[in-house]
């Protein structure tokens, strides 16, 4: 579908729909009348599968408790296999009600108060906020800015394992909010280093289906699949198919005895059922969501090259990150705002409302991050502002 047909059959107008994106600007940024580029979901319906598998549902009138039928688990199966090469046993999966929950509960099954946790910064900042609550040690790796294009300091990564007795590894597979989608050769180092190590791997692959570049590759297929074992993949259909609100995520457990320590944390902590919606959802999504997805693909590339280019054209002293995966995209404006005025510069002057840089970690200030996945006239209002603003 083209960029304009698409924008026209799916963009909606979200305020007053207790939108945490547009309507709770005041309580957030202090500010209610700004453009909301910040939390990643999308200003777009649902496809039509979707909508029409949960309209059934509501019509049939009864909520009570459910639970994933066959259909459910070979429709994740069939995309996992033929998107991502690797085919899901139902016996591996086990659900929760988001992937960031699901961190919190696979940090206390796999680790002990005061074991030191290892991310890769800048990096979606629920990790360390997952690390702290659960009195884990936090230890940050930062990547290694190349003009706006983020790689990986292996040399770092590993001292740090060692020099902190690193457990756990939480890796972002595609990497919000950098927009790196991890080669095979970066993550065979990286989960060599993990091995070798003995420490174990949570792999957020919630990102996997919005790539541009290069395909994404599960962590659990690296190096043949060597690392599997210990590899905890989370994923989910919320970011890709904007059903955030309907809380339902997938955790794969490949290796029995991982999986076991997991359900025995999950008996004695996790009494919750799954949603009947989160999961009917789900599986409409998976079973032939790929050609609504490729239409999205188009208007959200088309959203970043506004950006890019507008930026390079009219403010070339801003560096945009590329986009290889992901929705959102990371801005670096350290030449032309001073870190302290940032707030001031993106709210007061220009009206927006954006992640900033330091949320992902120490030394970001100056940066922000987009979401992308909005109308192109909002994209186009956006940058226009900030250039305009910089005088
Ligand atoms: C990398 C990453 N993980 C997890 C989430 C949130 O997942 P959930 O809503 O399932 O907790 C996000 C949301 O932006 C994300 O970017």
Redesign the pocket.
Known sequence: MEIEEFVEKYYVERQHTNSLKWDLLEERFGQADLLPLW??DMDFKVSQAITKILKDRILHGVYGYTFAGKSYYQAYNNWMETYFSFPIKEEWVRFST????AIYHLLYTFTDENDSVIIQTPV?Y?FSDAVKDTNRRLVNVDLVNNDGYFTIDFERFEQAIIDQSVKLYIH?SPH?PVGRVWTEEEQANLFAICQKHNVLIIS?E??QDFTFEREHIPAANVSEGVHRPRVITVN?A??SFNI?GL?H?NIVITDDELRQKYDDFANSMIKTEANIMGLFATEAAYVDGMDWIDSLKNVIFNNYEIVRDYFTKFAPEITVSPLEG?YLVFVDLRKVVKSDEMVEFIQEKCGLAVDYGEWFGEGYEGFIRLNLATKPENIEKAVQTIVEQLG
Do not use: E, F, L, M
């Open positions: 939390v990643a988001g992937v960031v929950q979606y629920p972002c919000n957020d919630i990102h989910s919320s970011k955030a809380t995520c992901t």
